[in-house]
């Protein structure tokens, strides 16, 4: 006699079980595949769930997932005497084995095990590499870390004092300058003693080294090429970050500027006249602005330039109320500049007034510093490129977070 064989899709094979008579959970004419239990820690899936008694040495595939934060310790195999039956690994998050003449039962083990979720860029920022990670609370209260190591040195995050994001991850960013944009930045998790904790992907694979390399081009490069991910204004940042970050590692390292980049438009002046430097109140006594620079090779830094005859301290200098750090100049006696650090992208059209005692402000841009640049007419052929490239960027950060002039 034959018997019809049913296949149902693993994930419905408890509630399958449930309907059929109690006093036999066989179903008649095929062998069974039990699965454990979907967990918060992973789930077991198989390509087939029962196998027809007539074909029972059949080929069995199971895909083992673990969640974000675990990793697949053990998967084992055992017949209905409780028995342990073959199964192989095939390296890539499945298994299989060939199906005996009888039930079978299947179980997963999941382990603890940092896992790196995400990276990206921050668009509308400071440029910074963001890596998402999701570590197990363990591992987090025995002190685990997040080490970041980049051009611009190491950087540790303790994660038991890092907030988590809506998603649950560890968010960790290591802030870069434009002209390191190809340089890359490695995530290394560690423990409270130093000691290296493997690193694992979303699939529970191990990472083929024991850290996760990253950089701005390869970010941006993998971005532009995804038809289905970004948007026109995400689109625009994306590649003009790129070529700000090509054209001052030319400005700085003479390093080629890669094909695929755009070349900047050029810059009208009057378009700029706007931004020069302005000032208001007394100046106070031998005080005396002599250049405002634009930090290229920092994380975009506004730098005034200032002379006193007179005792420095006695004369202070804030931004929004705050002391700005009065540093001496290496160019002239008598020099010395402050710095308005760490602009982000959609700040770059911003004006910033630095008071000089109580009444004397000057009100300066970093579009001042291309004015005046444009007005001056001097500068060399690298400069002019970093600076027509972060107007670029500067102009698609505005269209992105929605700035209007």
Known sequence: MRYDVFYVPAASIKAYQNAISSNNSNII???????????????????????????????????????PGYKVKNVSLKNSLGEEQEIFDNQDGTYWFNMPG????????????????????????????????????????????????????????????????????????YKLKAIFADRKVSLKPVDSNGATIKLYKTSGAELDEDKLEYSIYKYVNAFTDDDSRPT??????????????????????????????????????????????????????GIKLTALSLVLDSNKALRLYFTCTGDITACPVTLDGKALTVKPSDYA?????????NIGAKKLKNTFDIKFGDNFTASVSPMSY????LIDNTAGEDVMNVLKALCAYSDAVDEYVGVSN
């Open 29 to 67: 004419g095929a062998y069974f595949v039990d699965l454990p239990a979907d967990t918060e820690k992973g789930t077991v899936t198989a390509d087939r769930v029962f196998v027809p008694s007539e074909n029972w040495s059949k080929d069995v595939t199971l895909t083992v997932t673990p969640k």
């Open 102 to 173: 009888e039930d079978v039962t299947v179980d997963a083990e999941f382990e603890a095990a940092p896992t790196v979720n995400a990276a990206n860029v921050t668009l509308g920022g400071e440029l910074g590499l963001n890596f998402f990670l999701t570590v197990p609370d363990e591992l987090v209260e025995a002190g685990a870390k997040a080490v970041l190591e980049g051009p611009d040195g190491k950087r540790e995050f303790a994660l038991a004092e890092t907030p988590k994001d809506p998603d649950g991850d560890y968010k960790v960013t």
């Open 232 to 285: 026109e204004k995400e689109l625009a940042v994306a590649k003009t970050m790129y070529s700000f970050g090509a054209y001052s590692a030319k400005w700085k390292f003479g390093t080629a500027v890669p094909e695929d980049v755009t070349a900047p438009k050029e810059l009208d002046t009057e378009d700029f006249k706007q931004n020069e430097l302005k000032t208001s109140g007394t100046i106070p006594d």
């Open 333 to 341: 006696e008598g020099e010395y500049y402050v710095d308005i650090e």
């Open 370 to 373: 291309v004015c005046n640049t």
